[in-house]
């Protein structure tokens, strides 16, 4: 006759997994902060970019048209003949709608600009002027 060997059950301990989910919860509390750093400086360089391909699209805009979009018209003269103009030769953008900033908010577009033909800027993550880091303005001047 052949014995059975006795059941024995493998698993982890109550106490093993509580010693893991430690050390997971200090991984978190170490690298949570870098990996939050790095996406508001991801927010940040999205921004720059949207401007300037914004701005190169009022460039477009100006040579078919003569001028930049009035303070009236704004943004949106990039996707909507503004008064039924006809050397416009849009619509200039890809998609129907103008693009938000990475944190929700319209980009705000001046012209005549204080600082050229025009101004267009985002007011960062706070909405605010100035700042520093994720909150600093992002301007194509």
């Known amino acids: 006759m052949k014995k059975h060997k006795p059941y024995i059950e493998s698993g982890f301990t109550l106490l093993e ?11 978190a509390g ?18 720059k970019v949207q401007i300037e391909e914004l701005a190169a699209t009022l460039d477009m805009y100006k040579l078919d048209v003569g001028s930049y ?6 943004l949106n003269a990039l996707i909507e003949s503004p008064d039924s103009n006809k050397r416009w030769n849009g619509p200039y953008l890809r998609k129907s709608k103008i693009p938000l900033d990475p944190w929700q908010q319209e980009y705000h577009y001046v012209s005549p600009g204080e600082h050229g033909k ?24």
């Open 118 to 141: 025009f101004d267009l800027y985002t007011l960062g993550a706070d909405g605010k002027e100035g700042g520093e880091g994720e909150d600093q303005d992002i301007v194509s001047w």
């Open 30 to 47: 170490i690298v949570g902060p870098q990996v939050m750093k790095h996406m508001g400086e991801s927010k940040t360089k999205a921004a």
């Open 69 to 74: 979009p009035s303070n009236d018209q704004g």
């Open 17 to 27: 997994l509580l010693v893991v989910l430690g050390i997971i919860a200090m991984l």
